[in-house]
């Protein structure tokens, strides 16, 4: 197995200054080349390959136990693949950490002020005292979280604190952002205006992101490119292109036919999927036994 990620050192570009532009990439940000990771005698993820663009608005979807975890963690480090190859391309000249990750559950340290979780990475990184200052004002206020710096997490709602995971992955500003399910425990409103905010920030800074969701609305309303997994063993199933216009707007683009037929599009494809992933738990279940 070889399994290739391009650590970097810190970068201390200011906020102000503009996103890289590379001309159209002959490489792209992330290789992905027959991907596999078994657990034991489980096969999680089978044989995944895929090309993420530079700037890229990358998302997932599959059934629940397909892999779409596993496979993010992979990219962040955190799991090893059983095999396969995953290629980063770093920019010549880049000093910036590879990748950042905002998870499905609560992740900022409780014994933290919302100013020293968003400011984490950075302290990490030994950035100076300015830039600190500098990074986690711009993102603290584009979250607006400004006036809760010396807020603790248990003072915050659940939204706030997703907030803050959001503020602090930017502020340490990764070539690469991953997030698994950020919004999925939240409420409709609460959901729909973090959605805003991350497209917001993300059309600011041009980041690879690489989205895990249940939700193929949030999906298309996200999304550059959607990648549909297949029920365990994860396998790639389709990619569906999103073709709408930027900036996005989820109330009007929902009375909108394209997006009407690029939602059904995706549904149709993962309905049989998700139907399998319940069959495979169905047999998994030991009668008389609750799962």
């Given at each position: ?31 992905i ?17 895929v ?32 095999a ?26 409780p ?77 409709a409103?609460?959901?729909?205006l973090?959605?805003?905010?991350l497209?917001?920030?993300w ?27 297949t ?9 569906v ?9 989820l ?34 279940v ?6």
């Open positions: 197995m070889s399994l290739i990620m391009t650590a970097s050192a810190p970068n201390l570009r200011a906020v102000g200054e503009p996103a890289e532009r590379r001309p159209q990439a002959a490489r792209p940000a992330i290789r080349s027959d991907l596999q990771k078994s657990f034991g005698a489980l096969v999680a993820i089978d044989h995944v390959s090309d993420i663009e530079p700037g890229e608005f990358f998302v997932i979807v599959g059934p629940s136990g397909c892999g779409k975890t596993t496979l993010l963690r992979i990219l962040a480090g955190l799991e090893t693949a059983t396969g190859t995953i290629e980063t391309d770093t920019p010549a000249g880049s000093d910036r950490p590879e990748n950042s990750m905002v998870f499905q559950g609560e992740s900022i340290f014994w933290m002020t919302v100013w020293n979780n968003a400011a984490y990475g950075l302290r990490m990184r030994n950035a100076p005292a300015a830039v600190i200052k500098e990074r986690v004002g711009h993102y603290l206020d584009a979250t607006g979280l400004t006036r809760f710096a010396d807020y603790y997490p248990h003072q915050l709602s659940g939204g706030m604190k997703q907030r803050v995971s959001i503020a602090r992955a930017f502020a340490n500003d990764p070539e690469i952002l991953l997030m698994d399910e950020p919004f999925s425990a939240l409420d409103q609460n959901k729909l973090l959605q805003e905010e497209l917001r920030i059309d600011e800074q041009k980041k690879t992101v690489v989205f895990i969701t249940h939700s193929v609305d949030e999906a298309v309303f996200l999304g550059d490119r959607i990648m549909v997994m029920a365990q063993p994860g396998r790639v199933k389709s990619f292109r999103v073709p709408l216009a930027r900036p996005r707007n109330i009007e683009l929902q009375k909108a036919p394209e997006f009407g037929e690029l939602v059904h599009r995706i549904w149709s494809g993962l309905r049989d999927e998700v139907q399998r992933a319940r069959e495979q738990e169905n047999k998994d030991v009668p008389g036994q609750r799962k």
